[in-house]
């Protein structure tokens, strides 16, 4: 029987690289897309040496024409794409009157915006019954002022999920926020591999109990 495919837009090596190894525990092939191109082949490396089939894409996710490149050749080549996690965002210390408006959407198009180019490229490679799952936080509904722009990512992601699974629910294909309700911590009820599961089982959840966000209170 063939692997399902989890392709993760944003493999860095905190929830992202968790939740690579989870999936792959599960028999998942794991296509990874980040930036750093030695992050990516070490977690690469990583997954590869425990058993799992993984790949990696060096990409800039707010190159549109580039994300887009990437997941459509990872589609093509392993045939579907069952899974997307996006995990990206884009920290910056700064209140609301030390920000630019054209740093906030700089920002939004890292956080927010590439899930759009990620879904819509690989939309076409998603069978009936795939998931896409994304990395949400309280900053959603508790901003602190001083990342004033992270706040905003994260309401404006939880507002497009839930967009995208009402559009994609008539095909079969479901998306959802778990929202991290705790600052992540190793050994914590908030560790990258507590949050990994709880993105995993959410995967898992039949449509007729699917939400578009799930809290994750550790």
């Not at 837009?9 to 028999?27: H, I, K, Y």
């Not at 999920?161 to 479901?174: F, H, K, N, Y």
């Not at 507590?194 to 809290?215: C, F, H, K, N, Q």
Request: charged residues 20%; aromatic residues 6%; contains cysteine.
């Amino acid at each position: 029987m063939e692997n399902k495919v989890l392709v993760i837009v944003g493999a860095g090596p905190g929830v992202g690289a968790a939740v690579a190894r989870r999936f792959g525990r599960e028999g998942y092939d794991v296509a990874l897309i980040a930036r750093s191109e030695d992050s990516l082949e070490r977690l690469g490396t990583e997954l590869q040496e425990a058993g799992v089939t993984a790949g990696w894409a060096p990409v800039d996710i707010t190159d549109q024409a580039g994300l887009t490149a990437a997941i459509e050749r990872f589609g093509q080549h392993l045939g579907h794409i069952d899974a997307l996690h996006f995990n990206p965002s884009r920290f910056r210390h700064a209140d609301p009157l030390h920000v630019s408006a054209a740093d906030l959407l700089a920002d939004l198009h890292v956080g927010t915006a590439a899930l759009l180019t990620a879904v819509q490229a690989a939309r076409p490679a998603m069978p009936r019954g795939a998931r896409i799952t994304v990395t949400g936080s309280m900053a959603a509904d508790q901003p602190w002022h001083e990342a004033c722009t992270l706040g905003v990512q994260k309401a404006a992601l939880r507002n497009l999920v839930l967009s995208l699974d009402r559009t994609l629910a008539p095909e079969g294909i479901r998306a959802t926020s778990l929202t991290v309700r705790g600052t992540l911590a190793p050994d914590t009820a908030f560790s990258t591999d507590r949050v990994a599961d709880a993105i995993y089982e959410a995967t898992l959840t039949p449509d007729a109990d699917w939400r578009s966000e799930v809290p994750y209170e550790g």
